[in-house]
């Protein structure tokens, strides 16, 4: 039933890319704001600029970690390091907060003026669930988590939230750590066995299968269903939509 063992006694979902399309905006803030990085440094150093590939680049570092990790990752592999700087570094700063927070503004710019609807495949697959009889969180990298999910009108079908906020309150590791999963079926009151994890992210099921997770479920919406499966993903689906009524991919 609904594509899960019979033992299943929880859910645990990632947000962006996998309860709301927000995976997308993110991606494009992150494009934006390590381009204009990278194109300031290459005019200063008179080295050629290489923009950020979407594709390669952000999946395998950024993708589903924590804001300053995203920025850590991402510049050293190509053998940039800056100073971490402060939590409330301006966008302007050159450290890893400023460039975390220029991405920030960029991000809250568009989910302000466009809003948040969450994948209806998701929408319907959460309610399935909850009529099922099975808990239900939300584990996110993202500290703007909470605002996401009011905005999308998720907050009612969602029993426990961990995110980016509550990660650093928690010391929490972020993915591909299992620390912000484990903490989530920490709250539901089931052991990691009998919880599903839902993710889009390279980094998000490797965190599942590290966690010893009853089942990571990968979801696809960008074409790596090799990859999800490669970094721990027990089956890929392309959308929640197919669980519904037990089909999987
Ligand atoms: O910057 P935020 O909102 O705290 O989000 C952190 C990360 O959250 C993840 O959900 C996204 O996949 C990443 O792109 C993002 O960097």
Redesign the pocket.
């Known amino acids: 039933m609904l594509g899960l063992p019979e033992d299943i006694r929880a859910c645990l979902f ?4 996998v309860l709301t399309p ?2 997308k905006v ?2 494009a ?2 494009e934006e704001t390590f381009n204009a990085f990278l194109r300031e440094r290459a005019e200063r150093t008179g080295e050629p600029f290489v923009p950020f590939d979407t594709g390669r680049e ?1 999946n395998v570092y ?6 300053a ?2 920025v850590r990752s991402f510049l050293s592999s190509r053998g940039i390091t800056l100073p971490e700087g402060e939590p409330d570094d301006p966008g302007s700063a050159d450290t890893v907060n400023g460039v ?1 927070n220029r ?2 503004e960029a ?1 809250m710019a568009v989910l302000r003026e466009r809003g948040v609807e969450p994948y209806e495949g998701s929408v319907a697959y959460l309610r399935a669930v909850r009529q099922a009889g099975v808990r239900r969180a939300v584990v ?6 909470a605002e ?1 999910v009011r905005a999308a009108g998720l907050e009612e079908l969602l029993e426990a939230r961990v ?2 906020v509550v990660a650093r309150q928690e010391g929490l590791r972020g993915k591909p750590h299992p620390d912000t999963f484990l903490a989530a079926a920490d709250k539901l009151g089931v052991q990691p066995g009998e919880a599903a994890v839902f993710e ?2 390279l ?2 099921v490797e965190a599942g299968r590290a966690g010893g997770f009853g089942l990571v479920v990968g979801v696809d919406r960008v074409g790596q269903s090799e990859a999800l499966r490669e970094h721990g993903a027990h089956i890929v689906v392309r959308d929640l939509a197919e669980l519904v009524d037990g089909a999987s991919a």
């Open positions: 990632d947000l962006d890319g927000t995976a993110h991606k803030a992150w952000y950024v993708d589903g970690k924590a804001r990790d995203g975390g991405k920030n991000l996110s990298a993202s500290a703007n988590c996401v995110d980016g889009d992210a980094a998000g």
